[in-house]
DNA sequence: ATCAAGTCTGAAACTTGTTCTAGATTAGCG
DNA sequence: CGCTAATCTAGAACAAGTTTCAGACTTGAT
């Protein structure tokens, strides 16, 4: 199996060495300062002057610094959806594996709060002009879900579920963020929310 | 029954007529400049010019734009609230009544789509310095929820419910607002979490 | 009415995201 | 290799949120 090529979208013309290596730097140092300060401390002089590159090429790469933000989420989300997948839940029901799924995400996510201030911020603050990208982080987690479910082919009510589910997800870790929740809180909401897919199961389980 | 005096937090000095008539010029200047253009079109230097102050007094009155727009939200809530309670839903199910209520709402964004952008963009862009002015709107927000489904004493269950939906409520605006998700669509994803009330209800229903 | 404290004003300054420009470098090609 | 178009760089410039400051105005208490 390939390990890199993953997500970048195929259209746009291929990058050479440099430009990969290039658009690597500016995405590392973006995950970095974000870790060291959340969404303010992504300040674009110092991600152009981190990744060594001037600031109207950063510009050139990430035409905003939400747009370089939800990059920088795609990019964790890929780790993130190979770590998983390499330890799949173990719960018996799909609920049980979206909610432990998620879980895990989220306890991720508490390892570097302010990385994850800095996504998630961009990522709800995010305009029209940064749809694509946005669309993309969404499918991303909806594979994610669906992987956690098992399901190979999911009914219109499922996929509903599941936006739901993401819509809680979302939310709830704003409201972490901004402390307006606990850690527990959150954990409650999110089970409380993966019950809908047991609503929605249409027969057995597994 | 008193008309005004509703919301503005109890606690800090009471102000004079001509403060209080300078905050209503502000939040009136703010919620007309965001129905134009959203988030962007409010711009501070408009909003102080727009309502007859000093760029400095507007920061004496809303510490950030953020500030602002969440005082502007919590005063179009006001509204809302008064105006829905006036014709309360007429469902069969408490979930039935909820979805009504908030497709209601959600009516009356759409009458005002710039203003519920720069509404909502500021709730979700909030960080913990406007921690207690959202965490208003989010009360608010419950108390709406509650009195359509005319719970006296919710169960702590149903509040996680309720808490779902909103999450959930905010979530589908945002994708609505960034053109990635329909009308159609919202109406749906409140529908499908507002199941989740009838998951919780106790024993007979109204 | 008068004084002190607090508030408001107008304007400038500062910060950070974003855009623009002129010149150097690089990539692809004949 | 030598050319041309695209890309990159350094740096200035611009835009809008935020801060600051000196002086004028209000308010409340005496």
Redesign the interface.
Known sequence: MPAEVSSASPSSPPLTERQEARRRRILHASAQLASRGG?DAVQMREVAESSQVALGTLYRYFPSKIHLLVATMQDQLEHMHGTLRKKPPHGETAAERVAETLMRAFRALQREPHLADAMV?AL?????S??PE??QV?RQTTVIILDSMGLENPTP?QL??V??I???W???L??WL???ASIA?VK??IE??C??ID?TAPEGHR
Request: hydrophobic share 35%.
């Open positions: 969404f911020r709800t603050f995010a305009d029209r940064v749809s946005v669309d969404s009510e509903s579920a936006r739901v993401e819509h809680t979302h939310s709830a704003i409201t901004s402390g307006r809180q409650i909401d409380t929310v019950r809908l609503l």
